[in-house]
């Protein structure tokens, strides 16, 4: 595979559920991939990347934004609040708002900063208890409490647990949005990202199909 064939699939994904071209971003997840694979990506001029640890995006992203215009990078792991600042700073987006201290604290910061990426909060569909996110019952409150810190909150985001039908998640992820006014939709990976954007999906994240597989950490 490769980044044409995943825009290619993405394209006519988009096309068979009836939305327009390039409606759906996609999200290269570039995280312990090697630099020269990354700028091959770039070279080919695809400009929105995830990362899952704030140390590793702020160890390569500033070197590429360099020599690359344009770039979009989204923080897609669990964000410390120790972390939050940098993170701030040198993401457009963050996918993985999932308790009230993070989002205080990110609402610290941008009244500090005079910026805040857009946000997406983390929904944790399948209740797993290893999984970071708010459980579904909770995630009305919790947008309303991001709203009253007038955090820029653009949409939910979810993972799917690994043995459950992904579209059930994906589909409950789109009627919570709904109920709560927003349009951004966080979900949607390399084996899953079809079903995904044929049930809202607005942003896809595709790693190992764009990349090749991981090097190890």
Not at 185 to 209: I, K, N, P, W, Y
Request: glycine share 8%; aromatic share 4%; proline share 6%.
């Amino acid at each position: 595979m490769g980044l044409t064939d995943i825009t290619t699939r993405l394209a006519k994904a988009e096309a068979d559920a009836g939305r327009a071209p390039g409606s759906v971003t996609l999200i290269a997840v570039s995280k312990v991939q090697p630099n020269e694979r990354v700028r091959h990506v770039l070279e080919q001029g695809h400009r929105s990347y995830g990362e899952n640890k704030v140390q590793e995006a702020a160890g390569k992203w500033p070197d590429f934004r360099a020599d690359f215009d344009g770039i979009d990078l989204h923080l897609i792991g669990p964000l410390q609040t120790n972390k939050a600042r940098q993170a701030v700073s040198l993401f457009d987006a963050i996918h993985s708002v999932d308790r009230p201290k993070l989002a205080r604290t990110l609402a610290r910061l941008a009244q500090e900063e005079g910026r805040c990426p857009d946000l997406f909060i983390q929904v944790n569909t399948g209740e797993e208890d290893q999984k970071a996110g708010v459980m579904p019952a909770d995630a009305d409150a919790f947008v309303k409490e991001c709203r009253d810190l007038e955090l820029p909150v653009r949409g939910l985001m979810c993972i799917p647990p690994v043995d459950e039908e992904p579209a059930l998640h994906f589909a409950l992820l789109a009627k919570i949005a709904a109920r709560n006014g927003l349009q951004g939709l966080s979900m949607g990976m390399s084996s899953d990202f079809e079903r995904a954007v044929a049930l809202g999906a607005t942003h896809v994240r595709v790693g190992s199909a764009i990349f090749g597989e991981r090097v190890p950490e």
